[in-house]
């Protein structure tokens, strides 16, 4: 007979969930800061972020395996362990470098933190209680992103960078005494496989080929090197699709493609967070490097976004049940395309009311379109397809969100006239701003096409609504 949970059990892994929420949107305001305080060119510093992006793609297929191995209660203390070293030796980090293989470190942390946070919810809890536990302990991952950018502003304005890292110690030695007091040690009562040379295939062809894209982009290696690494792990990816092909447990079943909505919402995922996910990178920079605002006002001005995003979920699932998934997808796609792009409209001397209105309206539709997009992807996946179903959308999502913010350094370098190799930026960047806005907004507008492919009445709402949590 399953132990009745323990009441604080929620708290501990909603603390798990704000960890990572916060870390995630902190960073983005103190970047130019950061940028300045190690000698750095601010449009360069999208490597700090993309590093713990591609860390946690590339680790959480393993994480479902590892803690039916070695327990949750032990993977769940690893992941906070590792995510607080991590954040410590972010800290301490003197060059862009060290600070970069650092946030791996972080990364191998944060990639457990959430994947076996809510195993251990889906495990402990009754059926009945499941959604209503998923639904508080995913507050966190609001509140996070509403304080986060402010949060860094001012600490890297009126302290100093290294403490948007350290404020993450304090936390995960709360959450490493009460995970051991209150985590439950679940098992998997059966030992299953893990297929380790299908995870090798996947992993490295997944980070040959993006940090492929990222090097070519950023002329961080010769042309031929990096064409030779993208072509090494496109390789590698198609070597590991037709392993799974005959693997008996592959990494991620692929009865998932069987499904039409899984299909389209998987590739639409990809390609809207090209645009939508490179907001939270780009807006930050825009507001201080090309508007001038201090780092604090820019962390204050980012809120609208959020509290957009916060008043999304009181009539999101309503408007999909009302309209149907190809409606909304296909035309919030393209809404959200032109607010985008509508970012280079703003002026040098844009009215602070105005620019929070902005803000607020894409915040409100970028939500939208994330609850639409996950609902979607895993609306009609079975018992036996959910779980791997649900794995690779995680990755999807992460992955192509570090390419988003590859995408947009990449334009920003390009534009402001390929200043690649100087520690600073003496050029107006507005125009660099403009124009990286509008580029970005055409990639997300590409995904219209992708979901155009749904039949209309394609998906089903009232499925997998734990999933309306995930942006």
Not at 418 to 426: C, I, T
Request: aromatic share 10%; net charge positive.
């Amino acid at each position: 007979m399953q132990a009745t949970p323990h009441r604080f059990l929620p708290w501990v892994v909603a603390l798990a969930f704000f960890m990572q929420a916060l870390d995630i949107t902190i960073l983005n305001t103190a970047l130019p800061g950061m940028a300045h305080a190690l000698g750095e060119n601010p449009l360069r510093m999208q490597a700090v972020v993309i590093a713990y992006m591609l860390t946690v793609a590339l680790l959480i297929p393993a994480s479902g395996w590892l803690a039916d191995r070695f327990g949750t209660r032990t993977m769940f203390l690893w992941a906070i362990a590792l995510f607080s070293l991590g954040s410590l030796a972010c800290a301490l980090s003197p060059t862009l470098a060290l600070l970069v293989a650092a946030r791996v470190l972080q990364g191998t942390g944060g990639a457990l933190l959430l994947p076996v946070g809510r195993l251990v919810v889906l495990r402990a809890f009754p059926r009945e209680q499941f959604l209503p536990v998923m639904s508080f302990i995913a507050i966190p991952s609001l509140v996070g992103p509403l304080i986060g950018p402010a949060l860094g502003g001012f600490l890297v304005q009126y302290a100093s960078w290294p403490w948007i890292f350290l404020i993450n110690l304090p936390v995960g030695l709360v959450g490493m005494v009460a995970a051991q007091r209150v985590m439950p040690q679940f098992r998997s009562t059966e030992r299953r496989s893990f297929d380790a040379l299908g995870f090798l295939l996947f992993s490295a062809g997944l980070m040959l080929a993006s940090l492929a894209l990222q090097s070519l982009g950023e002329h961080v290696s010769g042309a031929a090197l990096a064409v030779m690494g993208l072509v090494a792990g496109l390789a590698l990816l198609v070597a590991y699709w037709l392993h799974a092909a005959r693997h008996p447990e592959p990494l991620f079943n692929p009865a998932v493609f069987a499904v039409p909505s899984y299909r389209i919402g998987l590739a639409g995922n990809l390609f809207a967070r090209l645009g939508s996910g490179a907001t939270p990178f780009l807006t930050p920079l825009f507001l201080q490097l090309g508007l001038g605002f201090a780092p604090s006002e820019a962390g204050l001005f980012m809120i609208p976004a959020v509290l957009g995003a916060m008043a999304t979920k009181t009539w999101a699932v309503p408007v999909i049940q009302r309209l149907g998934y190809r409606r909304v997808l296909v035309t919030n796609t393209l809404l959200l395309a032109l607010l985008i792009a509508g970012f280079a409209l703003v002026p040098r001397d844009v009215s602070p009311v105005w620019l929070m209105v902005q803000l607020a309206v894409f915040g409100l539709f970028n939500s939208l379109q994330f609850t639409a997009m996950n609902a979607l992807t895993l609306s009609e996946l079975g018992p036996e397809t959910a779980s791997s179903g649900n794995s690779l959308l995680s990755v999807v999502m992460q992955l192509s969100m570090s390419l988003g913010v590859a995408s947009s350094g990449l334009f920003l370098l390009l534009y402001s006239g390929g200043h690649f190799d100087r520690k600073a930026v003496s050029v107006d960047l507005m125009p660099a701003f403009h124009w990286t806005y509008v580029s970005v907004g055409a990639m997300a507008a590409l995904a219209a096409f992708i979901f155009a492919q749904l039949q209309p009445q394609e998906g089903r709402i009232e499925a997998q609504a734990s999933a309306l949590a995930e942006d």
